[in-house]
C-alpha cells in the first residue's frame, strides 16, 4: 500500500491487507490493503466497479469468497462468522439501507441487538436526528430517502459498534438532508467514532474525511490526506471521470 503523507501513527483499529475476493469465478478485489484509526475518517473513491462496495462488503464477511488479512482492534476476522462480526465491533450501512417498510420509525430502532457497551439510547438518536423524532410512529414506507438514510446510520448508532462503513451514504438525497448528514457525521467524529465512507461527492466528503484511497479494478493506486485534495483533483479526474 502506497502510504499517505500524515498518515496517523500506531496501531490501526481497522488493519486491511492483501485483501482479495471474488463473486463466483469473477477475481474482482487485488490486494486491498489500508488502515483506519481510532477516531478517523477515510473515503474510498472511484469509478463504479472499481471495488467499492465490494471492499467494504468483504470487510464485513458479506463476500462469497474472500483472502487475505483483516484485523479489527488487532483481532484477526478472516474465521469470524458473519454472524458475529458486528460483535468484534463495526457495523455496515448498505448503499440500499435496508429499512423494514413495515415498521415504524421507532420500531425499527428497537431492532439491532447491543454488540457493545455505549450504544445510543432512542432519546440521544432523536436529539442528533430531529427528523426521525418528528417521524417516529411513521412506517419505513413513508420516509423520504433521507430520512430512511438518517435512520440506517441510527439504527447502527444503537448497537454500540466503533467502526461504522457507509456506502454511498449522500447518493440521490437533496443539498439540504445532504448538510444534515455531514453534520451529523462530523458530531460522530467529535464523539470519537470511526468511519469508512464510499462517497462520490468530493465537496461533502471532504469536510469529514481525514483521507482518500483512490481505487481502480480493485486496487489501491494512492492515498493522501484531505488536505492534498484540491491539488489531487485532475488526478482525480482522469481516474473517477468527475
Known amino acids: 500500500m502506497i502510504e499517505a503523507p500524515g498518515r496517523p501513527q500506531g496501531p490501526a483499529l481497522l488493519e486491511v491487507r492483501d485483501l482479495h475476493g471474488w463473486y463466483g469465478e469473477s477475481h474482482v478485489l487485488h490486494?486491498?490493503?489500508?488502515?483506519?484509526?481510532?477516531?478517523?475518517?477515510?473515503?474510498?473513491?472511484?469509478?463504479?466497479?472499481?471495488?467499492?462496495?465490494?471492499?467494504?462488503?468483504?470487510?464485513?464477511?458479506?463476500?462469497?469468497?474472500?483472502e487475505g488479512l483483516i484485523r479489527i482492534a488487532g483481532a484477526d476476522m478472516m474465521k469470524v462468522p458473519v454472524h458475529r462480526t458486528a460483535y468484534s465491533g463495526i457495523g455496515y450501512v448498505p448503499e440500499e439501507r435496508g429499512i423494514f417498510a413495515t415498521l415504524t420509525v421507532s420500531e425499527n430502532l428497537m431492532l439491532p441487538p447491543t454488540v457493545a457497551p455505549g450504544g445510543m439510547s432512542i432519546e440521544e438518536i432523536y436529539d442528533l436526528f430531529p427528523n426521525l423524532a418528528e417521524r417516529r410512529d411513521s412506517p419505513g414506507t413513508k420516509l423520504s430517502g433521507g430520512e430512511q438514510q438518517m435512520l440506517a446510520i441510527a439504527r447502527i448508532l444503537r448497537t454500540g459498534v466503533k467502526i461504522i462503513l457507509l456506502d454511498e451514504p449522500t447518493e440521490g438525497l437533496a443539498p439540504v438532508i445532504i448538510q444534515r448528514i455531514g453534520d451529523v457525521l462530523m458530531e460522530l467524529k467529535k464523539k470519537g467514532m470511526t468511519l469508512l465512507l464510499v462517497e462520490q461527492n468530493f465537496r461533502f466528503a471532504r469536510k469529514v474525511a481525514d483521507r482518500f484511497f483512490l481505487m481502480e479494478d480493485g486496487h489501491i493506486l494512492e492515498s493522501f490526506p484531505t488536505s492534498e485534495l484540491d491539488a489531487r483533483m485532475d488526478r482525480l479526474h482522469e481516474v473517477v471521470g468527475v
Open 31 to 66: 490486494g486491498v490493503s489500508l488502515d483506519l484509526h481510532e477516531g478517523e475518517t477515510i473515503t474510498l473513491v472511484g469509478r463504479n466497479g472499481a471495488g467499492k462496495t465490494t471492499t467494504l462488503r468483504a470487510i464485513m464477511n458479506l463476500l462469497p469468497r474472500r
